[in-house]
């Protein structure tokens, strides 16, 4: 079945640069996302990036997936305080968000 | 604009009582799910429904029903209570297959629930 990894804390300094990593075993993984929660709410989609791309950037976020390794990474560039928050990757093997998978999440720690 | 809207958002439950979270999208979105999160486990899936009067289970569906009789509405209901089911829950919902939806998730702010 579907699984997705990845460690649970990331600690920065503000202005660094953060790379937060996934791993994923679904081989037929059609879209995979990077969500972000804030403290008491829920997630909101960051990013995304089908199976078909190597690369996606979004202003400071840059989304690299290498799927012989199965690996998924997101970066922020500059990163800032307001940067805080837990980050999840998901992946999903059909059109539509259905049975979305995922990760227990990375709580990235920004200091100033 | 409403999105996705749970009630309540806190509830203190005793272990065999019963009760029902609900869930209500004003986006007509076709697909419809729950969510529980726990520290370290991230969110696992506990059913999910891709149209009204189309439901179906998730990782962790034992002791949880659901039902979708309108598009708009997907009620969680826990037959009796646990404390294994102290969590927060999360209502998510998508537009589903169609066209060029890339698939995301549009999430309620939870319902955090304590079953002692």
């Known amino acids: 079945g579907e699984d997705v990894e990845q460690s649970l804390f990331l600690s920065v300094r503000e202005g660094d640069s953060s790379v937060i990593n996934c791993t994923y075993t679904?081989?037929?993984?059609?879209?995979l996302y990077w969500y972000k929660q804030e403290p008491g709410a829920g997630l909101q989609l960051l990013t995304y990036?089908?199976?078909?791309?190597d690369m996606k950037q979004d202003q400071r976020l840059t989304v690299l997936l290498n799927k012989k390794d199965k690996h998924l990474s997101l970066r922020i560039a500059d990163t800032q305080t307001g940067d805080s928050a837990i980050y999840f990757c998901?992946?999903?093997?059909?059109?539509?968000?259905?049975?979305?998978?995922f990760g227990a999440g990375t709580r990235l720690f920004v200091k100033a | 604009n409403a999105g996705v809207t749970q009630t309540p958002k806190f509830q203190v439950l005793k272990t065999g009582q019963s009760m029902t979270l609900q869930c209500a999208q004003d986006?007509?979105?076709?697909?419809m799910s729950w969510y529980r999160q726990d520290p370290g486990m991230g969110l696992r899936l506990i059913h999910y429904?891709?149209?009204?009067?189309?439901?179906d289970q998730g990782e962790v569906p034992n002791g949880y029903n659901v039902s979708r009789s309108t598009t708009e509405d997907f009620p969680l209901r826990l037959l009796s209570a646990a404390p294994s089911q102290t969590s927060v829950y999360f209502c998510?919902?998508?537009?589903?297959?169609?066209?060029?939806?890339?698939?995301?998730?549009?999430f309620g702010e939870g319902s955090r629930l304590t079953v002692l």
């Open positions: 679904d081989s037929s993984s059609t879209y």
């Open positions: 986006m007509n979105h076709e697909y």
């Open positions: 429904s891709v149209g009204a009067g189309i439901t």
């Open positions: 998901a992946e999903s093997i059909r059109a539509g968000g259905f049975k979305t998978i």
């Open positions: 990036i089908f199976s078909n791309m």
């Open positions: 998510a919902s998508s537009y589903g297959a169609g066209g060029m939806n890339t698939g995301e998730l549009f």
